[in-house]
Antibody, heavy 119, light 107 residues
Framework: EVQLEQSGAEVKKPGESLKISCKGS????????IAWVRQLPGQGLEWMGI????????IYSPSFQGQVLISADKSIKTAYLQWTSLKASDTAMYYC????????????WGQGTLVTVSS | EIVLTQSPGTQSLSPGETATLSCRAS??????LAWYQQKPGQAPRLLIY???DRAIGIPDRFSASGSGTDFTLTISRLEPEDFATYYC?????????FGQGTKLEIK
């Protein structure tokens, strides 16, 4: 089955670090790009950035540049989204999604990872 | 950054009726526009890409059109499972922004 499996929900305190994951299966992982999309509680979708797992070429939205780090390990078919110092405003659902190129739509989505940041 | 504006914000219709959703871009995106459906507690699902091409498994009740800055998603003969939130997304220019969504609710 072709799918993106995301890591489980996280509860963190402000200032803590976090790395969430997205594992691809059932397709050639390096043949597609993986994007991250944020959804704040009750809000719409925001495109954060996208990575090519084959060569780790990464494009960030200006809104998220410097705020998060997107990476990938092609040997284990997994992409990552990480923070070095979380804020309460990072509380959101985060989705990974597959894209055929860096300039394409998302044909496959992960189930989402809920990140809650609270003191 | 290209801004996508969806209208209406909420549309109330009955099953069997036709929904017409609009997405307007602040700059031309040619035909690089997709539509997604999201139900509560679920990830978005691709409906339409390249402005008017249906994704695999999407019924022909869903149709879409447009190019440049004005796009429309039409859902004919609404079924109960169609009541959800719909987002447009442009992928012509990074960052690949989304519209704010249109919630389709049962009247």
């Amino acid at each position: 089955e072709v799918q993106l499996e995301q890591s489980g929900a996280e509860v963190k305190k402000p200032g803590e670090s976090l790395k969430i994951s997205c594992k691809g299966s059932g397709y050639g992982f390096t043949n597609y790009w993986i994007a991250w999309v944020r959804q704040l509680p009750g809000q719409g979708l925001e495109w954060m950035g996208i990575i090519s797992p084959g060569d780790s070429n990464t494009i960030y939205s200006p809104s998220f540049q410097g705020q998060v780090l997107i990476s990938a390990d092609k040997s284990i078919k997994t992409a990552y989204l990480q923070w070095t110092s979380l804020k309460a405003s990072d509380t959101a659902m985060y989705y990974c999604a597959r894209s055929y190129t860096s300039e394409s739509f998302f044909d496959l989505w992960g189930q989402g990872t809920l990140v809650t940041v609270s003191s | 950054e290209i801004v996508l504006t969806q209208s209406p914000g909420t549309q109330s219709l009955s099953p069997g009726e036709t929904a017409t959703l609009s997405c307007r871009a602040s700059l031309s995106v040619s035909k690089y526009l997709a539509w997604y459906q999201q139900k509560p507690g679920q990830a978005p699902r691709l409906l339409i890409y390249a402005s008017s091409d249906r994704a695999i498994g999407i019924p022909d009740r869903f149709s879409a059109s447009g190019s440049g800055t004005d796009f429309t998603l039409t859902i004919s003969r609404l079924e109960p499972e169609d009541f959800a939130t719909y987002y447009c997304q442009q992928y012509g220019s990074a960052p690949h922004t989304f519209g704010q969504g249109t919630k389709l609710e049962i009247k």
